[in-house]
Every structure is written in C-alpha cells, then in structure tokens.
C-alpha cells in the first residue's frame, strides 16, 4: 500500500515455521505481524503461509472457519505459500489428493522426494535453502512463471502476485533471503 510507510507481513500462524520469517521480513524494511483471526488479517499488506503440515492447518483453518475470508484475502493481497504454504494454493494435490485453495495453477505432489531425501539443502539464487519433506510440482500452466528450479523441476515459481516456493528460505540465518526480498518487492 502506498499510504504506508512500513507494509505488514502477516505470517498465518495457525502451525509451523512461523517466527523464523521475522528476521527476514523486517531486514527488508516491512513489519512482521503473526495473524489467525479474521480481524487480524484486515490490518495486514501480504500473507505468507508458512511451511508446516498441510494436514494440519487444512483442520485448523476448518475448524476456525477461516476457508471463506482467507479464499477473498487472497484474491486481494499477495500470498506466499512455503512448502505446505504452497501446497496449501496449489489447484491439484497428489499423494494423498487433498482439499486446497486452488489460486495456483500446479499440481503439487506431497512429500515428493521419498524417504532418502526426506530433508536435504540446496543453493537456489546463490542462497542456501532447505527442502524438509518437499512437495514436487509435477504439472505447471504455462501462464505460472518459473523463478527456479532444482533437479529439474520447479521449486520457486511466481503466478499474479501468488508466490511460492517448495523449500524453506527461512530457516537460514542471513537476512534477507532473495526470496522475501522479491515476495516484498510484489507489494
Ligand atoms: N510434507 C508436508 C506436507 O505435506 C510439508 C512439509 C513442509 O512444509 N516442510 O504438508
């Protein structure tokens, strides 16, 4: 918002990796606002949905009656899905096929590296992320824009102002990382 001096980064704090982002979140001059209620979510500029158990926030959000205001705040502010976050936006859920907001045209498997690979690093824009059990986009529209890959497939791919990434920037103590800077640059 251009009336704002600071924009508001609301982190859905329902479960998961949330405070991680605030180093991050206000190393590129924004404020860092964890939110779960309605009210909440009136104040705020752009939503991260952190990485986490899909599973999980999809029962929380059921069972606080989120699904309805958070389908319209993402229609009007920029969403950042992270790993279960993005899995979250994503139209088609595989392995198990399971209920998502459907703002993001992918299909997203869940846990897609096996168990080998459960958790691993990778450099990804010269910055070293974590893919902790990473979903794998498997199927992208052509209208999705790719802003990474990793053994060769899509892992950060921005849509309108839909971001998401299949890893974990945050967890990385060097501040920012590229990928807040470009999701606030989207504000
Ligand atoms: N495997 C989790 C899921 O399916 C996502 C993991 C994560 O967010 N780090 O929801």
């Not at 001059?29 to 939110?35: C, I, L, Q, T």
């Not at 929380?60 to 309805?68: A, G």
């Not at 168990?115 to 199927?139: M, N, T, W």
């Not at 892992?155 to 890893?167: E, N, P, R």
Request: proline share 6%; aromatic share 10%; net charge neutral.
């Amino acid at each position: 918002m251009q009336s704002q001096a600071k924009p508001i980064i609301g982190v859905l704090a329902l479960q998961g990796a949330v405070e991680a982002h605030k180093l991050h979140i206000e190393a590129c001059g924004a404020e860092f606002k964890p939110v779960k209620t309605a009210k909440d979510f009136e104040y705020i500029d752009a939503f991260i949905i952190p990485g986490g158990e899909s599973t999980t926030m999809l029962k929380l959000i059921e069972r606080f009656n989120l699904w309805d205001i958070l389908k319209d705040q993402f229609s009007k502010k920029p969403v950042w899905g992270i790993c279960a976050g993005s899995i979250l936006l994503a139209k088609t859920v595989l392995n198990p096929e399971q209920e998502s907001f459907n703002i993001l045209p992918i299909t997203i498997k869940r846990n897609g590296y096996g168990r080998q690979l459960d958790s691993h690093y990778a450099k990804i824009d010269g910055y070293e992320v974590s893919f902790i059990r990473a979903p794998i986009i498997s199927e992208i529209d052509e209208s999705v824009k790719i802003l990474a890959s990793h053994k060769s497939t899509p892992v950060w791919v921005k849509y309108s102002d839909i971001m998401a990434t299949t890893f974990h920037p945050e967890l990385t103590m060097k501040y920012p990382s590229p990928m807040h800077r470009a999701f606030i640059d989207l504000i």
